[in-house]
């Protein structure tokens, strides 16, 4: 309703049957698209022992090599450590299926279109996908069905005119305050604010916080996510014996001369 000053007044049932409907509804969706979306994760893989073995000790080389400039270790210390890992790596001792026999041909990584646990990965990712988007789908429908064009609520701050086009889809009036919200864009204000109630409700650690940027992911990339696709180690720890050798002529210790540079800091010297 509009007066004769030309402000608009929203009968309170908007409010009771249309704006708390609408919110009360995300909010639920979201909490049960957390639930479901963890029913149908697949159990974490577990790793064998070797390897995880194999993992570490590139990890381990790799700390090595980032702190060579300025190690820690005593130059000792470092070159055996540095010559150990080289000599593992060459001989492939941290490999997961053991060194490679004499004349057979390394094992390479498995293909991942053709790998069952890849597959599963990729599915899985499709199914949260499905779950994301198909509830979202069903409620902008809701929506635009029952209360397209409803005027639901006025912001309490002001706002610039290129906000007028995302507060206020389905309503074709170029006269009306900025700082009114149509349904339409209750939803998507809805959709892309209620990330931190869902942080409070669910904790910070939930399928329904980022249920936009998983919407806007490839499924395939959500399989992806957290999943370390097929490495081939041997030619990883081949180019990590070159690494380790060439970090070598890098290295420096802290210890180095520590005596003088510290009696130069207190005047000592």
Not at 238 to 265: C, H, I, M, P, T
């Amino acid at each position: 309703m509009v007066n004769s000053a030309g402000s608009l007044y929203l009968d309170p049932q908007i409010r009771d049957w249309v704006l708390f409907p609408i919110t009360l509804v995300m909010i639920l969706v979201g909490i049960l698209r957390h639930y479901v979306v963890l029913l149908l994760q697949s159990p974490p893989k577990k790793f064998t022992r070797a390897a995880v073995r194999e993992q570490r000790a590139l990890a381990r080389s790799q700390i090595l090599r980032a702190t060579s400039a300025y190690s820690p270790i005593p130059p000792v210390f470092y070159q055996s450590i540095s010559k150990h890992l080289s000599d593992a790596f060459e001989a492939g001792v941290y490999l997961k299926d053991g060194p490679p026999r004499e004349g057979e041909a390394p094992s390479s990584p498995p293909n991942p279109i053709t790998d069952p646990a890849a597959m599963d990965g990729m599915m899985a990712g499709m199914k949260t996908q499905m779950v994301m988007m198909v509830p979202q789908m069903v409620i902008m429908g809701w929506i635009n069905f029952f209360f397209q064009g409803f005027v639901l609520i006025k912001l309490p701050f002001p706002l610039t005119l290129g906000f007028k086009s995302m507060l206020q889809r389905g309503i074709e009036t170029p006269d009306m305050d900025v700082r009114w919200v149509s349904s339409l864009s209750w939803y998507f204000l809805n959709f892309f604010g209620l990330n931190g109630l869902y942080r409070i409700l669910l904790g910070s650690d939930n399928a329904a916080q980022d249920a936009s940027q998983t919407m806007m992911a490839s499924p395939f990339a959500t399989a992806g996510a957290g999943q370390p696709g097929p490495q081939d180690f041997n030619k990883l720890f081949k180019g990590e014996k070159d690494n380790l050798a060439f970090s070598s002529g890098l290295y420096a210790w802290v210890g180095d001369d520590v005596e003088d540079r510290v009696l130069r800091k207190y005047g000592k010297l």
